[in-house]
């Protein structure tokens, strides 16, 4: 049976909690691999609206075992209030499972994160400032604090009195901020020891083991393409890996298992925080996707950018993930326009280039060169099939088809876990 890998194709916010809760019910796990709770995911289930932000989507299908890999970073009081919301609204959480080499977030990397945001004032990249980024420095400075370390406090003494003594003096001397005493936040991450412990695991024999046995393994990106560290716009990224090769090390699964990549693609580009957008809008059709499609950020609350589809983008997805399968969401959201321009190459100093440039100057002046496509006003959220869609909605399916390099294989028509289209089987 399949391993699948499901990433965002853009700057995240693409609508993979739908995908993966589409998926939920036919797999047997279901794997965050990297991020924390800077991601955000929205299913909506009947007429129940869930956010979540560090909980695998997975969680909200019984059959289901969720995962947090050990790519991923745990801030353990964002964890247990996710988990505290869902078992009071009736969602079972006892089949977690938490990977004891993932990383926590401790007090001291959400303080570093805020104070060193501010301090960079106009050049700030737009950080969620959760410690998201600090948490991932301190892994590859190799002073992390990994969840199995709450198992032993003097090794946890040591591993936070060593993180401590350089982040103190920067925080005393360069920011005039109060030094962080070792003791309290040996106690606070201890105090979670005990609450932890059902739910820690050897995630990746686990993994591994359940590929052995013909299960079906779901590998969950946060964020999206263009926000990976190695192949976004750098420096206005996230500190992980939501690319493909990303699922691999995050979860500990070999390349060699993975049988589809799905990219999940919305019918219009966003993005949230600072960086270069080439299509973005800041007119009346900029804020009217906004308005329709409800382009607040789940984990922010921040307004998302809002701009045309861009082609270029979904190119370089398909090629640096090996993308097999797109899924398509918010089509619905174009209804009512008489025309939909989509970014199909950029303008670059005079020049037509038709793939993303590797430059970050070149990114930064690129001006979309935009086809435009015959919209519709037909309500296409009842939907079931794709020929149930207006003819132009379909025309418009394949052009982003023909023009993103992989087939797109379902279409979200709207928000609910119904309101799917599904042209080819993803299993």
Known sequence: MPA??????QWGDE??????????GSVDYVVRYQGGNNAGHTVVVGDQKYALHLLPSGILSPGCTPVIGNGVVVDPSVLFSELSGLNERGVDTSKLLISGNAHIITPYNVTVDKVTERFLGKRKIGTTGRGIGPTYADKINRVGIRVQDLYDESILTQKVEAALDVKNQMLTKLYNRRAIATGQVVEELMGYADKLAPYVADTVLVLNQALDDD???LFEGGQGTLLDIDHGTYPFVTSSNPTAGGACTGAGV????????????KAYTTRVGAGPFPTELFD??????RRIGGERGVTTGRDRRCGWFDA???????????????????????????EIPVC???EIDGRRVEELPYSQSDFHHAKPVYE???GWSEDITKAKSFSDLPKNAQAYVRALEDMSGAPISAIGVGPGRDETIEINSFL
Not at 4 to 9: D, K, Q, S, T
Not at 15 to 24: E, I, Q, V, Y
């Open 4 to 9: 699948l890998v499901l990433l965002g194709a």
């Open 284 to 289: 009346e059709d900029g804020e009217a996707l």
């Open 254 to 265: 070999g390349p060699t298992k993975i049988s589809r990549v799905i990219g999940i693609l």
């Open 15 to 24: 609508g993979k909690g739908k995908a993966t809760d589409l998926l939920g």
């Open 312 to 338: 270029v983008i979904a190119r370089y997805a398909t090629r640096v993930n090996g993308l097999t399968d797109f899924f398509l969401t918010k089509l619905d959201v174009l209804t009512g326009w008489e």
């Open 215 to 217: 299960k079906v393994v």
């Open 344 to 346: 199909v190459a950029y």
């Open 372 to 374: 435009t496509l015959p």
